[in-house]
């Protein structure tokens, strides 16, 4: 299972690629809000930042709601950055986000289908042509539902029936969530940075670096 980091925070994306784990980026309206920037501004900045990742995700914004206004944005979208191969255009999971997704894959455009809660959801964004979906899988157990059984679900699906879309597990909450759900069968997990730290610490690792330097002694030369 590979990693994305699920941020529109330069500094978090530019540390995330620094220590070598990361194969993409996905953002959202609420997450490039947060940050007070510039939208397409801020979408140039991280693929910049990140060149050797195989997707920086950019969402249509909540303007667009029909198939011809999604589509309008994202082929603006698509030119960001000298029209970066990077470049995946998010959309949500209505039936014009499908239609969007099937015009982008025939131009090549990678898409993420988003806001996936069902494995039906999933099997239509695949069928559109998206080149992934993403299953929220913590809002769902904010409901009192199994997001992780929702992503062992689609993986077995899309195993089945030979679909190629890769999954993003998204809506990660805890290193508890990455485990389940790498060996549940996503392709891919988008995590906060915090859940990356997270998932390099343990008490066990920091007291035995503690323990090695107390022990210590400089070889005589
Ligand atoms: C994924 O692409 C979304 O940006 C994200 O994972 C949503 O997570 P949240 O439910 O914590 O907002």
Redesign the pocket.
Known sequence: MKFFV?TANLKDIKKAYQIGVLSGV???P??VAKEGVQFEDRIEEILQAVPEVESV?AEVTPHAVTAEEMIAEADELIKINGGDKNITI?VPMTLAGLETTRYLAKKGVKVNV?LIFTVNQALLAARAGAAYV?P?L??LDDISEDGVLLVAKIAELFRTHNLDAQI?A????HPDHVTRVAMAGAHIA?VPFKVIEQLAKHPLTDQGIEKFAADWVEPKK
């Open positions: 699920d996905t953002t959202n609420s997450l995700s998010k988003t993403s929220f913590g809002r993003i998204a809506s990660v909450r988008t």
